[in-house]
Nanobody, 123 residues
Framework: QVQLQESGPGLVKPSQTLSLTCTVS??????????WSWIRQPPGKGLEWMGG???????YYSPSLKSRTSISRDTSKNQFTLLVSSVTPEDTAVYYC???????????????WGKGTLVTVSS
């Protein structure tokens, strides 16, 4: 059973950098065809896909967040990390990490999610 767990500060000040880590157990982040994504949900709004990192280490980002977002991984710890710079109160959200499976042209969706962690941007 794959499990994902988000961790990081629950409060970040405006203009600072938000940093979250997702720790994966029950499966390796380097296993072929799995992609590891970050998704967020602001209060009262829908889910927003932010970006992710592939099993190969390649990264991909939402165009709307690309300039402020960086995703990396530590394969020795089976973790991947999200950085969002220059945060504003609009970045307040529940942040989730999730696993996606893509094989060629086939998309299998996000099958495992973390429970989510609330990050509030406030001074």
């Amino acid at each position: 059973q794959v499990q994902l767990q988000e961790s990081g500060p629950g409060l970040v000040k405006p203009s600072q950098t938000l940093s979250l880590t997702c720790t994966v157990s029950g499966g390796s982040i380097t296993t072929n065809y799995y992609y590891w994504s970050w998704i967020r949900q602001p209060p009262g709004k829908g889910l927003e896909w932010m970006g992710g990192i592939a099993y190969s280490g390649s990264t991909y980002y939402s165009p709307s967040l690309k300039s402020r977002t960086s995703i990396s991984r530590d394969t020795s710890k089976n973790q991947f990390t999200l950085l969002v710079s220059s945060v504003t109160p609009e970045d307040t959200a529940v942040y989730y990490c999730a696993r996606e499976r893509i094989a060629g042209s086939l998309y299998y969706g996000m099958d495992y999610w973390g429970k989510g962690t609330l990050v509030t941007v406030s001074s």
